[in-house]
């Protein structure tokens, strides 16, 4: 398996690539601001060709390639139904100080082809099998992409693309419209302590980590799981 990724210039986002070898269809994973060139430097250098493009959730920093990433290829776009408007408007995503800051500044675009991702679903994509799972709390449309990790660079059981959920030693803010700690705490109970210790996380943001040293040292998994109280969050 190839994973491969880059952090873009903007919030530092990062976007992957994931392909069953190098060669062959891959697809991509959350196309954020400015990215199209690394992108496709990426996909030329492991001469690969999407398939599809998926979306951990639909903040802007997140989604802004996703339109041309997908017309340039005739491809569809999977995004949470919870999250499906802001491909349309972004600013539903944004707090007033963040859509002040972007106003008219971004042109933005829908894709043409949109299918919405459901909770406990396996995606069949470039020759991949990739669980989704709900878990709301940055946005009320974010989920995980799990997927197995044997032959990646990692030697993983699992990969977990984690999208704005869950960083190395935080998780995604909660205070944008559509985020709630409540439901936050929920997923992490849920959808992130359930997962064995060796699965490798791929997060949103930041370094890659694993389950189960984020168990054990992100405040937020301690303050789930019954002990601690909690850091700051990071994201949009």
């Known amino acids: 398996m190839l994973v491969a990724g880059f952090p873009a210039d903007a919030f530092g986002t990062n976007c992957y690539v994931v392909a069953t070898a190098p060669g062959e269809q ?5 196309p954020g601001i400015g990215v199209l060139d690394q992108l496709d430097a990426l996909l030329a250098e492991h001469r690969l060709h999407p398939a599809a493009v998926l979306l951990t959730h639909g903040h802007l920093d997140h989604t802004f390639s996703v339109a041309p990433v997908c017309g340039a290829r005739g491809i569809t776009a999977y995004v949470h139904p919870g999250d499906r408007e802001m491909l349309a408007d972004p ?7 963040l859509t002040s800051l972007f106003g008219g500044r971004l042109s933005y675009t829908e894709p043409d082809d949109v299918a919405e991702l459901t909770d406990g679903a396996t995606l069949t994509l ?11 709390g940055h946005t009320g449309g974010s989920v995980l992409f799990r997927l197995p990790g044997a032959g ?10 984690s999208g ?29 302590l359930p997962l064995a210790d060796d699965t490798v996380v791929l997060p949103g943001h930041g370094p890659s980590t694993t389950i189960g040293r984020e168990r054990a040292s992100n405040p937020y998994l301690i303050e789930v799981a019954g002990t601690s109280p909690a850091a700051p969050t990071r994201g949009l």
């Open 91 to 97: 600013s539903k995503g944004l707090s007033t100080d």
């Open 26 to 30: 891959c697809v991509v994973v959350d």
């Open 152 to 161: 990646s660079s990692w030697e993983a059981d699992e990969l977990c693309l």
């Open 126 to 136: 470039a020759g991949l099998e990739i669980a989704v799972d709900h878990a709301p």
């Open 164 to 192: 704005d959920v869950l960083f190395a030693g935080s998780i995604g803010r909660t205070d944008l419209p559509g985020g709630s700690m409540p439901a936050m705490l929920t997923s992490l109970r849920d959808k992130i």
